[in-house]
């Protein structure tokens, strides 16, 4: 990151509380999810899909309406149910803080990929062009795609465009990056730069909560892995243990079958 | 990152004698085709003249009231111009009521989409010209005055009106159909950067939706340029009342019938092509992305 990010150990940045999330009148995919995280700390979900990983994911910046419970991200707290301006008002807050990269990026296709970088600083921040140009350049060398700048996404490979759809969550200076299954769309020769974006991203003291199968980025970067199961945790805990010592048996099985 | 540098030099074999026949069969193929559908274009249009000369056509007659048709052009054009402006105006406000949450809002919309397309254009133009001043006198008895004269249209706007009205329907399922195209990705990578749902549409959705959406409007539009010979019925001297009434007067309608029919033909044409120069133009760089 061109900005140092202040690590900060020991202050909750996220606590999510009770979370319950049903679809339609009795799909009840999120049961009862409690999770704090801490400044600068890196979480990897697993599990099986359909478990409710991605579903968590966009609850937390209210992609998904909560059914049940509340999220709180960085002192602004929203519980499900609210209604009304003030609770508009806290959703976009939350989305300010926290930045999401897609499976499939969701680049805007109109847009060259330094547009694309400084559309969320000019519209949602009211930044000028001016000001907005020179992070989101430097934002752009940090990815590697300085000679891409002008480039529209469909030029671009899917780590390309990946990597520039980081950069343009990072151009908003988020407090927290959520990741839903970010290399899972790309080739696997693509998947490395990636990883190796998210990787520095964490060593640089982002808080980061991520959805992937990437078993490297679960084992080496993460702080604690959470292993989701029919809508809840079964087994959270540090990667050595959680891989080297399974406590629960589904885990084991869910383990077994994504080291192989 | 990406770019690796190869070492190892990749054999590269040279396309085959037997297969470079078969690409130069498929050329003259291809060669071919084309002569062959210039000719047939071109005996067509002989073939058309000849059967000008065979019914007589007075070629005289269709020059020197020639002018005097194309002066109605103006008129055919600017009462398009407007009602397209119009009809554009109506099918975006028409789409976001479609796609509207709030029930009166999205229930005007329907309603409107629905009589509208539902009801003759023909019905409707005299509908604005004769129809409406009846309304505005019924509405001057209750007590409101001065209503009946802001009811009682000229004919050209009442033209603009009862065209711009009529494609605003139909162009509001063009624009609904162009908004609801666009991936519901897109939506959330703006919403998860925090824009409103207006910035949304404004910065996101409407940009994509446009690239969707100008193909079928510039067809509307060369259909509306057809369609505005309608208000000849108001009495309007545009192109094809012109036409009709030099036509009358003196026994030829067939050559004054040709002779408008043969203008528009070239403005649709003309237009046509601008139509294409566009596309082409909002097809560059940013094709297909996942």
């Avoid at chain 1, 407090?175 to 998947?191: I, Q, R």
């Avoid at chain 2, 119009?86 to 029930?103: I, T």
Wanted: charged share 20%.
């Amino acid at each position: 990151m061109p900005e140092k990010m202040t690590m900060n150990n020991g202050e909750t940045m996220i606590r999510i509380n009770n979370l319950h999330k049903v679809f339609g009148q009795d799909l009840h995919v999120l049961r009862g999810i409690d999770l704090e995280v801490k400044t600068g700390e890196v979480v990897v979900i697993l599990g099986p899909s359909g478990s409710g990983k991605s579903t968590l994911l966009r609850c937390i910046n209210f992609l998904e309406e909560p059914t049940a419970g509340s999220i709180e991200i960085d002192g602004v707290v929203i519980s499900a149910g609210e209604r009304g301006k003030a609770r508009d008002a806290h959703i976009l807050e939350i989305r300010k803080k926290a930045g999401m990269c897609f499976q499939s990026f969701n680049l805007f296709p109109h847009m060259t990929a330094i547009e694309n970088i400084i559309e969320g600083p000019i519209t949602v921040l009211g930044q000028r062009k001016k000001e907005a140009i020179p992070y989101a350049e430097e934002l752009l060398d940090w990815v590697g795609l300085t000679d891409k700048r002008d480039e529209h996404p469909s030029r671009l490979s899917g780590g390309q465009q990946q990597r520039v759809a980081i950069a343009r969550s990072l151009a908003m200076r988020p407090k927290v990056m959520l990741f839903d299954e970010p290399t899972s769309a790309l080739d696997p020769e693509l998947v490395g730069e990636v990883v190796d974006v998210m990787e520095r991203l964490a060593r640089e003291g982002m808080t980061i909560i991520a959805v992937t199968h990437e078993m490297h980025f679960a084992k080496d970067v993460a702080d604690r892995v959470f292993i989701m199961d029919g809508g809840n945790w079964i087994e959270d805990g540090p990667p050595e243990e959680i891989f080297t010592h399974p406590k629960h048996a589904r885990s084991r099985q869910f383990l077994a079958h994504i080291l192989k | 990152m990406d770019d690796s540098a190869d070492t190892i030099p990749v054999p590269i074999s040279k396309i085959p004698p037997e297969a470079r026949q078969v690409l130069d069969k498929i050329e003259q193929d291809r060669k071919r085709f084309r002569v062959n559908l210039t000719l047939s274009f071109a005996v067509l249009l002989a073939g058309l003249f000849a059967l000008m000369r065979i019914i007589n056509l007075d070629f005289r007659f269709m020059f020197h009231w020639f002018g005097f048709i194309m002066a109605g052009i103006g008129y055919t054009l600017m009462v398009s111009f407007l009602a397209i402006t119009l009809a554009c105006v109506l099918a975006v406000v028409g789409a976001l009521g479609r796609l509207s949450k709030n029930p009166i809002f999205n229930s005007i919309a329907t309603a409107y989409v629905s009589l509208i397309r539902g009801t003759p254009l023909l019905v409707q133009v005299y509908m604005w010209y004769l129809a409406l001043p009846q309304v505005g006198a019924a509405l001057e008895d209750l007590g409101l005055h001065g209503i009946q004269r802001l009811f009682t249209l000229p004919a050209i706007p009442a033209g603009v009106m009862a065209l711009g009205v009529c494609y605003g329907a139909y162009m509001t399922e063009t624009v609904r159909a162009g908004i609801q195209s666009i991936k519901i990705g897109q939506t959330e990578a703006a919403k998860a950067l925090g824009m409103t749902p207006r910035q949304t549409l404004r910065r996101v959705i409407f940009p994509q939706a446009l690239r969707v959406i100008i193909p079928p409007v510039s067809n509307e539009f060369i259909a509306m340029i057809k369609d505005s010979s309608l208000v000849s019925l108001m009495g309007v001297w545009e192109l094809s009342y012109r036409a009709i009434k030099i036509g009358r007067r003196y026994f030829q309608s067939l050559e004054m019938l040709i002779m408008v029919a043969l203008i528009y033909w070239v403005m649709c044409i003309i237009l046509q092509s601008i139509q294409e120069k566009i596309e082409a133009h909002m097809a560059r760089g940013d094709r297909k992305v996942s």
